[in-house]
């Protein structure tokens, strides 16, 4: 089963954190071959951001090697491009931000679910998107 992943389980996988432990076993399916991966190639962009933020916060110590260990699990990424115009309208419709649109964009074109640990996202886009679902929910 392929599932478009949102940065935000990613980084649940090199953070404690709610629902670290359901990342982790989404992330244990994946290596054992049972569920792919795809992302807006983004991605690694966005989970470098959030994890050098969480770092210059002294929250963690080490942002390169946790992005180091989310990229060696990163899910195949693709071209962003393609998928911007799209994205562009479903922040419209939805009004929320053109990255987390990227993600449904892609889910769109792939016909899989998004999956991720955003509830606010998940609140404004489920009556248009309801292939969008929580990580508890997958």
Not at 10 to 35: C, N
Not at 44 to 54: F, G, K, V
Not at 63 to 88: E, H, K, W
């Amino acid at each position: 089963m392929k599932f478009v992943l949102d940065v935000n389980v990613a980084l649940k996988w090199v953070l404690t954190e709610p629902d670290s432990d359901l990342a982790q076993s989404l992330l244990d399916d994946f290596a054992s071959g049972i569920r792919d991966f795809i992302a807006p190639d983004v991605f690694p962009i966005e989970a470098a951001h959030a994890l050098t933020r969480s770092e210059r916060r002294g929250l963690i110590s080490n942002a390169q090697d946790r992005l180091n260990a989310i990229m060696a699990n990163a899910p195949d990424l693709a071209f962003y491009l393609p998928l911007l115009g799209r994205a562009v309208e479903i922040s419209r419709k939805c009004r929320i931000g053109v990255f987390d649109c990227l993600y449904i964009a892609l889910a769109e074109r792939e016909g899989c679910d998004v999956v991720t640990a955003d509830q606010k996202m998940i609140n404004a886009v489920v009556s248009h998107y309801p292939f969008v679902k929580h990580l508890r929910d997958v």
